[in-house]
């Protein structure tokens, strides 16, 4: 197997835990998001913990100022990202936060001086047309969970963005030990001043399941980028759609109505816009 198909199949396998993340979120029921929230990153900070300390390297960040932004930013994505789950449709909810990759492009291109491409335009137009269709936006209380869904892809592109930055100071378990050590510690005190509810066996399990899925997901990202260019890999990530799609159906009944399935086709459509664009600056960058 060739470097480029295993990192594929990482990526491919990223995608999927991502979309059990999410349907575990959803499995969890009336738990409070904060609590959600919790379970997702003390998993992470404790694998990430302990795979610094496995490796010898150190706690102590090089660049904490932009350490402290990204799980700021990271926080935030995922506390409107777990909110849209609750109040949408699994697969509306995963897509509108996969327009991340979208608003990086602009990000980087606003605070990291990288140059938008002309055949990334028409992928953001693609991906801002299937959010209408997603969306339907009426701006009544039914559009607050969409707008929200929105939110925490901008938010999650932040957080990459500062990754962008910080991937030439710190390693990539730095990065997730802060990102989930100061989610962890900002839901402390939300779910011990009585915004917690004891779950049940099987929901105690679906909580615990938020933060494994979550975790492989991002480690075999993280493999996969090993193997094989961010550009290269950009489109398999979309995945997590897919797979989102098909548990929506088979545990909920969730079938993606005309309107929703229109958006989907938008936004995917913008993605392979967007990885042509990645792909012709890679090939660029190695002739």
Known sequence: MTDRNKGILYMLSSSLF????????????????????????????????????KMGESFKGNNTRYLSYRGILGFLGVLLYFYAIDHLPLADAVVLNQLNPFFVILLAALFLGEKIKKLQIPAIVSALMGVLFIAQPQFDYAFLPAALGIASSIFAASAYTMIRHLRLT???????????????????PFITVGDFIIPNTITFLSLLSVGIFSTAAQYLMTIAYRYAEAGDLSIYSYGNTVFSILIGILLWGEVPNLMSSIGVIFVLGGAYINYIARRGISDGATS
């Open 18 to 53: 991502f979309a059990l993340m999410a349907a575990a979120v959803k499995f969890s029921g009336d738990i409070p998001t904060m609590e959600k929230v919790f379970f997702r990153n003390i998993i992470g900070f404790l694998f990430s913990g302990y795979r610094i300390f």
């Open 170 to 188: 710190d390693t990539p378990n730095l990065i997730v030990f802060y990102f989930t050590g100061i989610s962890t510690i900002i839901t402390i």
